[in-house]
C-alpha cells in the first residue's frame, strides 16, 4: 500500500525557515514524480515545487523561486522541501504527492495519484 507522510510544518515568523520533509512507503520501485502542493482556505490547490526521482529535472512554482529548494534522500525514500525566507502569504497547508510515470514534473494536481495528510505552515508578520 502506497503511503505518504508530511512532516515538519508549524508556525513562524516572516522571514523564518522551515524543512518539510515526506516519507514514501510502498512504491515497487524508485522512479516517479514527486511533488509539494499547497492550499489555503478558499483557494485552489497550488503547485510548489516537484521533480523526477530518476532524473535531474526540478520545478518551482515563479511565487517560491529562490526561497524553496526541493531535495530527495533515496536512501531513505523521503522529499523534502526546504523554505526560506518565508513570507505570510506563504501560510498553507502543504502536501506532498507522487504518481508513477508516465508524469512531468510541472503536471498540475490532477497528475497525481498519491497524497499525503498535509502539514499546516504559518507564517505570521
Known amino acids: 500500500q502506497v503511503q505518504l507522510v508530511e512532516s515538519g510544518g508549524g508556525s513562524v515568523q516572516a522571514g523564518g525557515s522551515l524543512r518539510l520533509s515526506c516519507a514514501a512507503s510502498?512504491?515497487?520501485?524508485?522512479?516517479?514524480?514527486m511533488g509539494w502542493f499547497r492550499q489555503s482556505p478558499g483557494k485552489e490547490r497550488e503547485r510548489v515545487a516537484a521533480l523526477y526521482t530518476g532524473g535531474r529535472s526540478i520545478y518551482y512554482a515563479d511565487s517560491v523561486k529562490g526561497r524553496f529548494t526541493i531535495s530527495q534522500d533515496n536512501a531513505k525514500n523521503t522529499l523534502y522541501l526546504h523554505m526560506n525566507t518565508l513570507k505570510p502569504e506563504d501560510t498553507a497547508m502543504y502536501y506532498c504527492?507522487?504518481?508513477?510515470?508516465?508524469?512531468?514534473?510541472?503536471?498540475?494536481?490532477?497528475?497525481?495519484?498519491?497524497w499525503g495528510q498535509g502539514t499546516q505552515v504559518t507564517v505570521s508578520s
Open positions: 510502498g512504491y515497487t520501485n524508485s522512479r516517479y514524480c
Open positions: 504527492a507522487a504518481v508513477r510515470p508516465p508524469c512531468s514534473i510541472d503536471g498540475t494536481s490532477r497528475q497525481y495519484s498519491d
